[in-house]
């Protein structure tokens, strides 16, 4: 497949999964929502990426240390409505790779989803608008390596800008996007308005 043809499979995959996973939340902790990042966050800092990329090889945990996150990965494909399966509400501490796009480490952006909350309280990503740009990511790959991941910026966005070529996108370099949801919560709708969206470049292998 091309370049072009994964961009657009990408594209029509986070279409699916912005009306899907992040409608998910029960809006648990008031009504100001999980922790936001400061407006100046989404401002890029970008780190070297001249970095190593590895070889495929699937990831089966992610720790993110400034926010005390260690969680088991499973693989998110789609469903055969075509939209992306998302994480178990039941296992809110579980996080998911989306399985059409490049392994972590790989050349190009991979990417991470995981739930803001759910009935047993906050979810994996709840404190995911804390993360900096210099902050730390880690994602342990099958073959052993550890592929260490510097974040580069950190956006709230609302729901109908989801930014998608920029998150699903070809990338020259082994990047990776985190994603849950953020902002307000829409009783109503019960769906909170916006998306957090990390963006880090591979900086170390371990």
């Not at 991979?110 to 994996?124: C, E, N, P, Q, R």
């Not at 390596?145 to 930014?163: C, G, I, N, Q, Y």
Request: aromatic share 6%; hydrophobic share 45%.
């Amino acid at each position: 497949m091309t370049m072009l043809g994964k961009g657009g499979l990408w594209a029509l995959a986070v279409a699916l999964l912005a009306a899907g996973l992040f409608t998910v939340g029960l809006g648990l902790r008031g009504p100001g929502g999980p922790p936001q990042p400061p407006a100046w966050a989404a401002d890029a800092r970008p780190v070297a990426h001249d970095g190593p990329v590895l070889p495929r090889s699937l990831p089966v945990q992610v720790a993110v240390p400034s926010i005390g996150v260690r969680a088991p990965l499973i693989r998110l494909g789609l469903d055969a409505g075509g939209s992306v399966r998302v994480p178990s509400a039941d296992r809110p501490g579980e996080a998911g790779w989306y399985d059409g796009g490049p392994t972590p480490g790989e050349r190009g952006a991979a990417v991470i989803l995981g739930h803001v909350d759910s009935a047993k309280g906050a979810a994996v990503f709840y404190d995911l608008g804390r993360l900096r740009p210099g902050h730390r990511i880690e994602v342990v790959r099958a073959d052993g390596r550890v592929a260490v991941f510097t974040v580069e910026s950190v956006e709230r966005v609302a729901k109908d800008r989801f930014p998608t070529r920029r998150v699903y996108g070809p990338l020259d370099h082994a990047g990776l996007r985190l994603v849950t949801c953020g902002g307000s919560f829409d009783r109503a709708k019960r769906s909170y308005r916006d998306n957090i969206i990390v963006y880090a470049a591979l900086t170390a292998v371990r």
